[in-house]
């Protein structure tokens, strides 16, 4: 590091000593012909003792998080460098004695750039974090007017940090102020003024073109500052001219001339505000009339270089300085991403950060923001919809909706979003449903042993979906559920009469069902109630039972006939029939070999005319009245005559038969 401000300083003297037309070369203290050169400390014609450069490493363990001291910067410390050996995930910090930050305190980290503290303007470096393997670093040109500290935001072990600094003694030689330097020219970072008008100091420039000076050569100054610094070199290195700068070579007395050249006016400024650039304008002119004419008449050789000069140096209006948004916190998912937006104003062409209440004419941008690169999981829907769980009526579909990862395999449901779900069960409505009463074939025994008795049967209503058929609906019209039964005269003798079993008190299990028994005396046509006494000498059937209805096995059940297809030479009629279990649910469980008939013949008789002329059908749809049972009603059983007769004959002959 030493190394390389020795460079600068003898690049810097070889930029003030480069060569004017025609061979002269110009010191470090702007005279043509001088051999003064900077020394070390950045003095011209200094001796190197003026200053003393400080370096060292920081390599110290540190186990703890958090910011660590890594070296103090004196008042007037030129030339710092504070340089990471080589990258890590630890940051540079620098903050003043009086507790202010400068550059990445209060664990916020900032972005590079140039930041002022301590008197001077530090520039923040941290190299691309994909192709360099450099540190961070902070350089500033100096001199600082308080005491600095720069400290490590420690996060990984230390890589070391080299520091450098140069201190200026007591035995300074102050650098030598050209006598002829235009106002405003800064020379080592201090703007001086010789007082004079630029109509005085042309005029004197002419006079002094005429004039000797010591060795024969005139005294011509550059426009340029010389730009010095302090460099220290390492034991054993001293000093010397470069070897490629062009010596000073004496110089024959110019002639005088009629014309010169004579500035008129500069080029317009680079920028409006902010600091900018501007360069005198030179032109050729009599030397006593001033009057400008074509160069031809001046010495090119001796026309001066135009020299940039600052211009518009007011600050430009703060504005935020928006950084990179960083990140997103999640690789997939809701995340979070940050950026830095920090006030900044442009001045002396930098760009410096100044306090946000600068800024408060504008809107401050957002700092963070949510983001979402991709969804972890997403929701799939594996098959379509099923086919309704039911042929009519209201039932339920599904489909499979499984939670796949973004390379395909099928994970658990948590990983996705749970809200943004789809529907994997849905009802659905099939329309509404015909129903039928469904009923048991009647039962064999009769209730009473002589003379009248009833058989039963169950009866239930349940919907149709098989039959294609137009049965009935339920509607008010219930079958009956016992039917008589006489099984033949008594003889009048006395005995307990049981009534029938009620239902059983519980669906299922063990309950109890109750029945009437009654003394009674039966006769051919009539019995006669008694009081129990007379049955006394008989055993009493019990009244109360205990009943399980469950399981009890599954019973055919159908509906009632259908009307026959065709009224005479042979027709059919159908009925439904269902096994059901005894929660009056579909079952397979009934013996195949006692399910009823669903389809038998009717109507075998030959059609024959009607004997009646006056009974005809006058309704052009006596069969939808006939299968509507409205003829019960003496409008229809007259405007369908022969229908209802037909019906009313074989309803008998049914009866009859059984």
């Not at 209440?357 to 941008?365: A, G, I, S, V």
């Not at 749809?621 to 009313?648: D, I, P, W």
Request: charged share 25%; proline share 7%.
């Amino acid at each position: 590091m030493f190394v390389s401000y020795l460079i600068l300083a003898l690049l810097h003297v070889q930029t003030a000593v480069l060569a004017r037309p025609g061979g002269e070369s110009i010191g470090c203290d702007d005279y043509l012909g001088s051999d003064k050169v900077v020394d070390k400390c950045g003095v011209c014609g200094g001796d190197n003792t003026g200053c003393q450069v400080v370096s060292g490493v920081f390599k110290h363990a540190l186990t703890s998080l958090g910011y660590h001291r890594v070296v103090e910067i004196p008042q007037g410390a030129t030339k710092i460098n504070i340089t990471e050996m080589y990258k890590s995930n630890n940051y540079l910090a620098l903050r003043s004695r009086s507790g202010r930050s400068i550059i990445n305190g209060n664990w916020a980290i900032d972005r590079p750039g140039k930041y002022e503290g301590g008197g001077t303007m530090f520039t923040y470096k941290r190299p691309n974090e994909i192709s360099s393997t450099a540190g961070e670093s902070f350089l500033a040109e100096g001199p600082t007017n308080e005491i600095l500290d720069v400290y490590m935001i420690h996060q990984q072990p230390n890589p070391g940090v080299h520091y450098e600094y140069v201190i200026m003694g007591t035995n300074i030689i102050s650098p030598q102020v050209p006598p002829h330097r235009r106002p405003g020219e800064p020379f080592n970072g201090q703007l001086v003024t010789d007082g004079r008008s630029q109509e005085e100091r042309e005029d004197k420039e002419e006079t002094e073109e005429k004039e000797d000076v010591r060795g024969g050569a005139p005294e011509v100054f550059t426009s340029e500052s010389a730009q010095t610094f302090p460099v220290r070199h390492p034991d054993g290195f001293s000093s010397h001219r470069p070897d490629n700068l062009v010596p000073a070579v004496p110089q024959p007395p110019r002639r005088g001339r009629d014309h010169n050249w004579k500035q008129l006016g500069t080029t317009e400024c680079s920028t409006t505000c902010g600091k900018g650039s501007q360069f005198p304008i030179f032109r050729c002119v009599h030397r006593n009339t001033h009057e400008e004419v074509p160069e031809s008449y001046c010495d090119s050789s001796m026309k001066p270089t135009p020299e940039e000069e600052p211009c518009n140096i007011f600050p430009c209006p703060a504005f935020w300085d928006i950084g990179e948004w960083s990140e997103c916190s999640k690789t997939c998912g809701l995340g979070m991403q940050h950026r830095q937006v920090l006030c900044r104003q442009v001045y002396a062409n930098r760009s410096l950060t100044v306090q946000p209440y600068r800024c408060q004419h504008l809107e401050k941008p957002e700092t963070t923001s949510t983001c979402q690169l991709k969804i972890c999981s997403e929701w799939q829907i594996r098959t379509d919809w099923t086919s309704c769980s039911v042929p009519c009526g209201v039932g339920q579909r599904t489909r499979d909706v499984k939670c796949v990862s973004n390379i395909g395999d099928v994970v658990d449901d948590e990983e996705c979003n749970m809200k943004l779900r789809p529907n994997d069960i849905e009802n659905c409505d099939m329309g509404p449903c015909a129903k039928s009463w469904f009923l048991t074939e009647w039962s064999e025994r009769c209730s009473a042993e002589c003379g009248a008795g009833v058989r039963t049967r169950s009866v239930v209503c349940m919907t149709n979906h098989i039959s294609s058929l137009p049965l009935e609906g339920c509607g008010n019209n219930r079958p009956v559920e016992a039917t008589p039964c006489d099984n033949g005269p008594c003889t009048g003798k006395v005995e307990w009469f049981a009534g029938s079993w009620s239902q059983c008190s519980v669906e299922c299990g063990s309950g109890t069902q109750q029945r009437e028994v009654i003394c009674v005396r039966k006769n051919t046509d009539t019995f006669e109630v008694l009081d129990p006494y007379e049955c006394s000498f008989l055993e009493k059937p019990p009244s109360q039972q205990s009943c399980h209805l469950k399981p009890c096995g599954a019973k055919w059940f159908n509906t009632e006939w259908s009307m026959c297809s065709k009224s005479c030479q042979g027709g059919f009629r159908v009925r439904e029939v269902r096994c059901l279990s005894d929660d009056m649910t579909l079952s397979n469980l009934c013996d195949p070999q006692l399910k009823p008939e669903e389809k038998e013949s009717c109507n075998p008789q030959d059609c024959v005319p009607e004997v009646d002329e006056n009974c005809k059908d006058r309704y052009y749809n006596c069969n939808v009245v006939v299968q509507a049972r409205l003829c019960v009603y003496n409008y229809y059983k007259t405007a369908c005559c022969a229908s209802c007769t037909r019906v009313a004959a074989r309803h008998a002959g049914f009866l009859g038969s059984r």
